[in-house]
């Protein structure tokens, strides 16, 4: 299922990180990174690329908000609505996006071009609302400034 690629990125983090478990957090970020999110046969890829049970494997998966366990669409949205970022409208913003978008949290567009994910904190308190648009950060958010920067993403 992995590619040579993939095969040789999680040997070389074998070579970083002698202890398996160690290595299982960057090796499931780059399956996730292949596949778009984790399937029950990426984690097998992952277990046995790594020599870890897939109980383990899974256990660990599941345990963090950052790995994906269904389909995303091509650009996954992360808006913070904890208590800072909702103070300043982040719930709002939210709101915008289901009306706007059709987005809910855990949710993706028709299209697959957007999934949106609620999320408690990414570190912006004092300049919320925030969000990531994948691995970008925006922050100062209003309903004109978040369409204005998902129109930049196809």
Sequence with gaps: MF??????EIESIKTKYPNPRSALLPAL??????FGWLSHEAMQC???????PEAA???TASFYAMFKHNPMGRHL???CT?????????????DFLKSKY???SGGTTKDNRFSLMIMECIGSCGTGPAMLVNTDFYDNLTEKRIGEILNTYK
């Design 3 to 8: 590619t040579e690629t993939v095969l040789k």
């Design 29 to 34: 970020y780059i399956a996730q990174k292949e």
């Design 46 to 52: 992952v277990a046995h690329a790594i020599d870890l």
């Design 57 to 59: 494997v899974r256990g």
């Design 77 to 79: 949205i992360q808006l």
């Design 82 to 94: 904890n208590v800072s970022c909702m103070i300043l409208g982040a719930e709002k913003l939210a």
């Design 102 to 104: 059709g987005l809910e």
